[in-house]
């Protein structure tokens, strides 16, 4: 299979599992940040929790959530774990890749994931001991904007809503 990250056009992304701290101004919810190298910053959008987690997803095992867009972050966090400065909380990672931009707009981001993850294999593979194996996962991701129309039908920019669809192949 082709690896898409080998693409020339392939930037980085991560997926930080976001617990928030006494200082949070945004939420004092856990959420997911997905964030995507892009112009020297990270574009990112935040998620509630899947109920399973993004880490454990399996094939055919499509996620459509709910995000908010948020402002762009410092590519600092491509490669950060650990405590966010004035009382924010923490972040942990749970998916890191590059990815291949399909499309993207003012209401739109559409991309193509690509990430190996280290997978125990055989007889033992439920205990520490089975064999470890690289397995390259690509997801489809798309993030956009939605409308709702007002009380005489028309769009209204001041009801809109960000949806995250994402779906996993191999």
Same mark, same amino acid.
């Given at each position: 299979?082709?690896?898409?990250?080998?693409?020339?056009? +392939?930037?980085?992304?991560?997926?930080?599992?976001?617990?928030?701290g006494?200082?949070?101004?945004?939420?004092?919810?856990?959420?997911? #940040?997905?964030?995507?190298?892009?112009?020297?910053?990270?574009?990112?959008? +935040?998620?509630?929790?899947?109920?399973?987690?993004?880490?454990?997803m399996?094939?055919? #095992?499509?996620?459509?959530?709910?995000?908010?867009?948020?402002?762009?972050?410092?590519?600092?966090?491509?490669?950060?774990? *650990?405590?966010?400065?004035?009382?924010?909380?923490?972040?942990?990672?749970?998916? +890191?890749?590059?990815?291949?931009?399909?499309?993207? *707009?003012? #209401?739109?981001?559409? +991309?193509?994931?690509?990430?190996?993850q280290?997978?125990?294999?055989?007889?033992?593979?439920?205990?520490?001991?089975?064999?470890?194996?690289?397995?390259?996962?690509?997801?489809?991701?798309?993030i956009?904007?939605?409308?709702?129309? #007002?009380?005489? *039908?028309?769009?209204?920019?001041?009801?809109?809503?960000?949806?995250?669809?994402?779906?996993?192949?191999?």
């Amino acid at each position: 299979m082709a690896n898409s990250s080998h693409h020339a056009d +392939a930037k980085r992304f991560v997926v930080l599992f976001h617990q928030p701290g006494i200082a949070s101004k945004r939420t004092a919810k856990p959420h997911y #940040d997905w964030m995507f190298e892009f112009g020297g910053q990270l574009l990112t959008w +935040a998620t509630a929790p899947t109920e399973l987690g993004i880490e454990s997803m399996q094939v055919g #095992d499509p996620i459509e959530a709910d995000c908010e867009p948020l402002p762009p972050h410092r590519l600092d966090y491509l490669d950060y774990e *650990g405590e966010v400065s004035g009382g924010r909380g923490s972040v942990t990672r749970r998916l +890191a890749g590059h990815y291949v931009l399909k499309q993207f *707009g003012n #209401d739109l981001f559409h +991309a193509e994931l690509t990430w190996t993850q280290q997978v125990r294999t055989g007889v033992e593979a439920s205990r520490a001991s089975g064999t470890l194996a690289s397995r390259v996962w690509v997801a489809q991701l798309s993030i956009y904007r939605r409308f709702f129309p #007002d009380d005489d *039908g028309r769009l209204a920019e001041s009801r809109e809503s960000w949806l995250l669809r994402f779906s996993l192949g191999r």
